[in-house]
């Protein structure tokens, strides 16, 4: 079946604009992560979707991020602002929920570069 | 911080020879898991080790779990050229099913 799907693959943006990232989450999985790598790092939690309950938001770095998902699917990671030190590839992931939904499921990642 | 520490950063084989990734880490633990990452691609699980467990094996990978020393090794045996990429470990924290900490990754190149 269809995994986790990101988009776009790749973002150049200018200092200072806002940018939206988009995460499909594999049909039927609850629970939605979105991680940051920057280059050679591992990576960093940002925020966490699980069904209709709030979301675990922080890891978010600073007020300028904030996602949203909608319908319990489709999630949005936007960044408002961007700076420089923004640059990173984001990478969203989703589980299924029950005891065995530890395992999670990654999408290839949007490469942010701030110019 | 980072909860997973990998050890080493870097790690250059033969192929056919074994390769040992090992993770460090500092809190208690509900489970460790281990993930692959190719130059382009996402992450993919490989294997998840619970609290109670010692030790599993999944084909050719083989890891371990020392909670005593909160610590995880990661073992390839037969290493292949496609085997080359980064690994990461990953902790989630007794509590939290769900909120994995990533260490920086071992990257591993399988020289044919």
């Known amino acids: 079946g269809a995994g986790v799907s990101q988009s776009p693959s790749n973002k150049v943006t200018e200092k200072g604009k806002d940018v939206e990232l988009r995460c499909d989450p594999i049909?039927?999985?609850?629970?939605l992560y979105w991680y940051r790598q920057s280059l050679g790092q591992g990576l960093e939690f940002l925020i966490y979707?699980?069904?209709?309950?709030?979301?675990?938001k922080s890891g978010l770095p600073s007020d300028r991020f904030s996602a949203e998902r909608t319908g319990g699917s489709v999630s949005t990671l936007t960044i408002q602002r961007t700076q420089q030190e923004d640059s990173a590839v984001y990478l969203c992931?989703?589980?299924?929920?029950?005891?065995?939904?530890?395992?999670?499921?990654f999408g290839p990642g949007t490469r942010l570069t701030v110019t | 911080s980072q909860q997973g520490e990998e050890d080493p950063q870097a790690l250059s084989i033969q192929e056919g020879e074994n390769a040992t990734m090992n993770c460090s880490y500092k809190t208690s633990i509900n489970n460790l898991q281990w993930y692959r990452q190719n130059s382009g691609r996402g992450l993919v699980h490989l294997i998840l080790i619970r609290s109670n467990e010692r030790e599993k094996h999944s084909g050719r990978l083989r890891v371990t779990l020392d909670t005593s020393k909160k610590s995880s090794s990661l073992l390839i045996t037969a290493s292949r050229a496609a085997d080359t990429a980064s690994y990461f470990c990953?902790?989630?924290?007794?509590?939290?099913?769900?909120?994995?900490?990533f260490g920086k990754g071992t990257l591993l190149t399988v020289n044919p």
């Open positions: 990953a902790t989630a924290p007794t509590g939290s099913n769900y909120k994995l900490t």
């Open positions: 979707f699980q069904g209709n309950s709030a979301p675990d």
């Open positions: 992931a989703s589980t299924p929920t029950g005891r065995s939904s530890y395992e999670q499921y």
């Open positions: 049909s039927g999985h609850t629970a």
